[in-house]
């Protein structure tokens, strides 16, 4: 009985091996396939994005960028934007890993003065109708003015013209940058967070941070921790199951 017990436990193991094997398999040829078009589709919607927020240009951003190592494997591309040789702006394509769900990317454009001149969202999962407010797309609306006007605004604008501020605070042989100004008003800035959606608000702000210090070489940003992503801690969860599957399987 036991050896039978275990015969069938040995072809369960074998039989779960080789789905993983083919599965495998097939996710490397898929990805291997789109890998191509889908870094072609990100290109064109970073270039899209340089022109979304920097002022007219006449040179190739693009071509002229240049990737800073920032470490941790990640990286901040920067794009110069020219009109005849002459420098109009700036436009950087930064990160924050302090959103709701996952990180979110953004390019964020600076004129001649470091003021900000525009920002795109490139990527996000954000809580929809509340977090994706981010994009200008999600929040644009008509509202009239008491001349009776009309003029568009949507919750991004409120960066447009405004350059970040810090503090410079030594750490060991490192120096950080504390944000003064582009900090959601709850935190003490000047900037009014998505309703329902500071967290979402606070990582924009971040990014865009992260974007003008590296710009700047003014130091870097101290990384705060945020708590585990559900989705991590139901893979954990269910990791743990499946072991204690097993080691009764094996008994």
């Not at 017990?5 to 996710?27: D, G, H, Q, R």
């Not at 990180?103 to 600076?110: D, L, T, Y």
């Not at 810090?166 to 709850?186: C, P």
Request: charged share 25%.
């Amino acid at each position: 009985m036991a050896s039978k017990k275990e015969s069938t436990f040995k072809n369960m193991v074998l039989v779960l091996f080789l789905i993983s094997a083919i599965a495998a398999t097939a996710l490397a040829y898929v990805n291997v396939a789109t890998e191509t078009p889908i870094s072609l589709a990100k290109l064109e919607k970073d270039k899209k994005a340089v022109s979304d927020v920097v002022p007219p240009f006449d040179n190739n951003p693009v071509a002229e960028s240049d990737t800073l190592d920032i470490g941790g494997g990640d990286v901040i591309i920067v794009y110069p934007a020219k009109m005849g040789e002459k420098p109009v702006g700036t436009a950087i394509k930064t990160f924050s890993d302090l959103g709701f769900t996952e990180r979110i990317k953004i390019m964020v454009g600076f004129d001649a003065e470091g003021k900000i001149s525009g920002t795109s969202v490139l990527e996000h999962k954000e809580t929809p109708g509340l977090g994706d407010k981010m994009d200008k797309s999600k929040s644009l609306a008509v509202v009239e003015k008491e001349d009776g006007t009309k003029d568009t605004t949507w919750w991004s604008k409120q960066f447009i013209g405004r350059k970040p501020e810090f503090d410079v605070v030594k750490d060991g042989d490192k120096n950080f940058a504390n944000a003064k100004t582009i900090v959601v008003s709850k935190d003490g800035g000047e900037i009014d967070a998505i309703t329902a959606s500071t967290i979402s608000s606070r990582a924009f702000c971040d990014a865009v941070n992260r974007a003008y210090v590296y710009q700047n070489k003014i130091g870097e940003l101290k990384k705060k921790e945020g708590q585990p992503k559900a989705h991590y801690v139901l893979a954990g969860i269910l990791a743990l199951i499946a072991v204690i599957v097993i080691l009764k399987k094996i008994k």
